[in-house]
């Protein structure tokens, strides 16, 4: 059974960096397109940032130049490095990777919280 959990979320002040990581198990990773989307209290789900397993990432507006999502494939572990952040960014962030024949998996999110 593949799984997906994701950690490195917390309380930061603004300007404040954050590293969140999304570790799979049951999958061979290099197979998926890892992305981070997150979503803000009463708001949609926002696509943040997408790595293929060629290593070409795409990122939000809202987070380029801030935000760095990066990959391991020997350890399986995704990572979304998140600096210069802002109140904005508050939201939960999930991990998704979708393999090469459509099917995905999701991990149940970890909570980023910036405010002084």
């Known amino acids: 059974q593949a799984q997906l959990v994701e950690s490195g979320g917390g309380l930061v002040q603004p300007g404040g960096s954050l590293r969140l990581s999304c570790a799979a198990s049951g999958v061979s990773f290099r197979r998926y397109v890892v992305r981070w989307h997150r979503q803000a209290p009463g708001k949609e789900r926002e696509l943040v940032a997408s790595i293929n397993k060629y290593g070409i990432t795409n990122y939000a507006d809202s987070v380029k130049g801030r935000f760095t999502i990066s990959r391991d494939n020997a350890e399986n572990t995704a990572y979304l490095q998140m600096n210069s952040l802002k109140p904005e960014d508050t939201a939960v962030y999930y991990c998704?990777?979708?393999?090469?024949?459509?099917?995905?998996?999701w991990g149940q999110g970890t909570q980023v919280t910036v405010s002084s």
């Open positions: 998704q990777a979708e393999h090469d024949l459509g099917y995905d998996y």
